[in-house]
């Protein structure tokens, strides 16, 4: 079997998208911003980064990006970081904000309280199949996942809360791997997209 | 272990607000108008610059009454301007929790010769720079983030120009010196040695640099955005037009889709009258607000 590098997409409307880039790319992805649905026509997989969840989700909403990004998400494998773990969500426990709803899990926004209470500190992270690990978390202003669905695994806590989530091909982490130099959830992320079924909702590869 | 207050979450929150606009607002209902509008961030203060310049009279820190109002209204991050050098005003502002501190020109500065100690603050801080050393010496001195100084309040891009012209050149220019050069440049640019040497090897700031100070347009921001900046904060440009609104959502697509013309194109039209601009030579140089920071 020939090993090809995956494309992966970063969502660049807003927010720390160049670090997660950094990040793939490191890991040999083809790495590509998106900005436009247009963009995501031959994509393995996306990452949606950290910045602000309501700036992001007016940015989706007036770019006619939401229902793409919601179709994408139902066969592609999705990782998001903060903002984008909020964006993945079903619901805020705070109320209406545009999201994708791809993972049945409520999240609080700011959970940890506002910059002040932003902090750096040992995450508990148990990916399916690995021992448990201790990953660097940071945290800016950070959600946390109030509750999960059915199909929802736990993959990280920080104390008693859930700060790490995974249903199938989607993961979401509250904390910023992107910061760090520890790229354990990256390369963890990119096996799921070499292990997904390559979709055949992407046509720009045929000839 | 839990640790608030490192440098990483301080600079990490600047890494967040990249390719956002951050809006300037006075009042709960102006702070509504700017997260509605998909401002990354709002900066409470008293008046506006161009009203601080029509006004004239010492400007200071907003009511910490007027900056919990906007806390309660929003669920973006807050900011707030503290005087160049007025420790216990940064003080107030910590204990109110804002999420930044612009230790700002605009408003009147309270120490002609020292700023603030920031490393002393647990929040992280934002300060104007006209060049590459001030950039260096506020970070030396513990700032998380750096804008690009500008004229506030004139509603004239051109000297954000300047500076953001003037600062990515002298970052080039290090790029190019060899290491022993780098101690006379360290000193020709006024800066501490060791970040000297830190751009000099990375070719770019230490810390996320956005753009301020007389952006009207969104094609001004995406000017800015094209020149390097890595996100915009625009303060009389908004609420001083016609259409605050629809100008703050114009401004948010193109800080976006600061390399596509087309949609500038599109988000530009119809947004009725930008703020009245004032001619930078007519104001003297004892007016310019840029002058202020050490």
């Known amino acids: 079997m020939v090993v090809t590098s995956p494309t992966v997409g970063v969502l660049a409307l807003q927010g720390a998208f160049r670090e997660h880039g950094r990040m793939l790319s490191g890991l040999g992805a083809e790495v590509r911003e998106v900005r436009l649905a247009a963009q995501l026509q031959g994509l393995d997989a996306l990452v949606i980064p950290g910045g602000e969840s309501t700036t992001m989700g007016k940015l989706m909403k007036s770019n006619g990006l939401t229902e793409p990004l919601r179709r994408f998400a139902v066969d592609h494998p999705v990782l998001g970081s903060c903002a984008g773990l909020i964006m993945l969500s079903r619901r805020t426990a705070e109320g209406s904000q545009p999201l994708l709803g791809a993972m049945d ?103 | ?106 408003l009147t500065p309270a120490d002609d010769a020292n700023h603030i100690d920031k490393w002393a603050f647990d929040v992280p801080f934002v300060c104007g720079a006209l060049n590459l050393g001030e950039a260096l010496r506020r970070v030396g001195e513990g700032a998380a983030m750096i804008r690009t100084k500008g004229e506030a309040g004139t509603g004239n891009v051109v000297e954000a120009v300047r500076h953001m012209r003037t600062i990515m050149g002298q970052v080039r220019w290090l790029g190019g010196l060899e290491e022993s050069e780098l101690f006379r440049a360290a000193k020709e640019l006024q800066a501490p040695y060791e970040l000297v040497r830190w751009v000099a090897e990375n070719g770019k700031l230490p810390v996320v640099n956005f753009s301020a100070g007389g952006l009207a347009t969104p094609a001004d921001a995406a000017l800015m955005m094209q020149l390097g900046a890595e996100g915009v904060f625009v303060g009389s440009g908004i609420f001083k037009s016609e259409d605050p609104s629809g100008r703050a959502k114009a401004m948010v697509e193109a800080v976006t889709h600061f390399e596509d013309p087309e949609i500038l194109a599109r988000v530009s039209r119809g947004l009725k009258s930008a703020m009245v601009g004032l001619e930078i030579g007519t104001l003297g140089a004892e007016n310019l607000i840029q002058n202020r920071g050490w």
């Open chain 1, 105 to 207: 899990i409520t999240v609080r926004r700011n959970a940890f309280g506002r910059q002040l209470h932003s902090f750096e500190g040992p995450v508990q992270l148990r990916l399916p199949g690995r021992p448990a690990v201790t990953f660097p978390g940071v945290f800016i202003r950070s959600p946390w996942v109030e509750q999960t669905g059915p199909g929802v695994e736990t993959i990280a806590t920080y104390e008693d809360r859930i700060v790490g989530v995974r249903q199938g091909n989607l993961m979401g982490v509250a904390f910023h791997p992107e910061l760090t130099d520890d790229n354990r959830i990256h390369r963890y992320f990119l096996e799921l997209v070499a292990e997904a079924p390559r979709s055949n909702t992407v046509e720009t590869e045929v000839a």
């Open chain 2, 1 to 106: 272990m839990k640790e608030i207050g490192t440098l990483k979450v301080k600079t990490g929150l600047a890494e967040m607000l990249k390719g956002g606009v951050i809006m300037d607002v006075t009042n709960a209902e102006q702070a509504k108008v700017a997260e509605d509008a998909g401002a990354v961030a709002v900066m409470a203060l008293e008046r506006v610059p161009a009203d601080i310049r029509a006004d004239g009279g010492v400007a200071r820190m907003a009511d910490p009454e007027k900056i919990m109002e906007i806390q309660e209204t929003v669920s973006i991050p807050v900011m707030a301007k503290a005087r160049i050098g007025h420790f216990v005003e940064a003080q107030v502002l910590q204990a109110l929790e804002v999420d930044y501190i612009d230790e700002s020109e605009v």
